[in-house]
């Protein structure tokens, strides 16, 4: 069975979520609840923070069930 991944682009890059490494830790939630929203869908509105938040941030979750990738 495929992993299901889920994508969020702003264009410059693409943040990756893999629901099944998700320990719900909080920590992105915590540190840029404009883009973190569990109660909403899409629960992550990537165009509210910078390409340099979103990173610093993707960075520090715990599980790894946060990644992104630079778009070409």
């Not at 702003?10 to 883009?35: D, F, M, Q, Y």
Request: net charge positive; charged share 25%.
């Amino acid at each position: 069975m495929m992993e299901k991944v889920n994508e969020y682009s702003n264009g410059e890059i693409t943040v990756l979520w893999k629901p099944a490494l998700c320990t719900h830790s909080g920590v992105c939630v915590r540190t840029l609840p404009k883009v973190y929203n569990p109660k909403e869908r899409p629960w992550i509105k990537i165009d509210n923070a910078t390409s340099e938040e979103l990173m610093s941030q993707v960075s520090k979750c715990p599980s790894g069930a946060l990644s992104y990738k630079k778009n070409e």
